[in-house]
């Protein structure tokens, strides 16, 4: 069973309060990470849809194949945890129900970047595979990711660019969206 984004992230409140508690208000050592929260949610909603949509343009050409590079990517982070990928898993993975993920899959294997297959652990449930054509987008994106990340730090110290490197896997691995 997978655990909600909001049940991830809940944080116990008092009950007479209805506002969020911040981490500095739960632990005043923790001060020295206010606003980090806020600098995080700025860089994800900055970079949420320009990275995809940049990664299409430059890697297909092709505006409508950002939901395909998502399909993608959503089967990529299930498979390295849960090997076998199925619709549900893509639905978590992309923060939508069974039905809105099981269309874009469709569009995806439609475009030969996915393809549907019985399970062999259950042949009643269909698993989902990243095709060649697929892996070659994938790849692409993943490239496109990492020279941002590499401009983006490019006037920092190495160490600093190194430091929050680990940090970021670090982060994603923890919170279940990156391989350990």
Not at 34 to 62: I, Y
Not at 69 to 84: F, Q, Y
């Given at each position: 069973?997978?655990?909600?984004?909001?049940?991830?992230?809940?944080?116990?409140?008092?009950?007479?309060?209805?506002?969020?508690?911040?981490?500095?208000?739960?632990?005043?050592?923790?001060?020295?990470?206010?606003?980090?929260?806020?600098?995080?949610?700025?860089?994800?909603?900055?970079?949420?849809?320009?990275?995809?949509?940049?990664?299409?343009?430059?890697?297909?050409?092709?505006m409508s194949r950002v939901?395909?590079?998502?399909?993608?990517?959503?089967?990529?982070?299930?498979?390295?945890?849960?090997?076998?990928?199925?619709?549900?898993?893509?639905?978590?993975?992309?923060?939508?129900?069974?039905?809105?993920?099981?269309?874009?899959?469709?569009?995806?294997?439609?475009?030969?970047?996915?393809?549907?297959?019985?399970?062999?652990?259950?042949?009643?449930?269909?698993?989902?595979?990243?095709t060649p054509a697929g892996?070659?987008?994938?790849?692409?994106?993943?490239?496109f990711q990492e020279e941002?990340?590499?401009?983006?730090?490019?006037?920092?110290?190495?160490?600093?660019?190194?430091?929050?490197?680990?940090?970021?896997?670090?982060?994603?691995?923890?919170?279940?969206?990156?391989?350990?």
């Amino acid at each position: 069973m997978h655990a909600s984004l909001e049940s991830q992230l809940m944080i116990e409140e008092p009950h007479d309060r209805h506002e969020p508690v911040s981490a500095s208000e739960q632990d005043p050592s923790r001060a020295h990470l206010a606003g980090a929260g806020t600098a995080l949610f700025r860089l994800v909603r900055f970079w949420s849809r320009r990275w995809v949509m940049a990664a299409a343009g430059e890697v297909t050409g092709d505006m409508s194949r950002v939901q395909d590079i998502l399909v993608l990517e959503a089967i990529d982070a299930a498979s390295s945890r849960l090997g076998e990928v199925s619709v549900t898993d893509v639905a978590h993975e992309l923060g939508l129900d069974r039905s809105g993920a099981s269309r874009m899959i469709g569009e995806a294997v439609k475009h030969g970047y996915v393809t549907r297959a019985s399970s062999e652990q259950d042949g009643r449930r269909a698993t989902l595979s990243i095709t060649p054509a697929g892996a070659e987008i994938l790849t692409g994106a993943h490239a496109f990711q990492e020279e941002v990340f590499a401009r983006l730090t490019a006037t920092w110290d190495a160490q600093d660019a190194t430091r929050l490197a680990a940090y970021l896997r670090r982060l994603a691995t923890e919170t279940g969206t990156h391989p350990s």
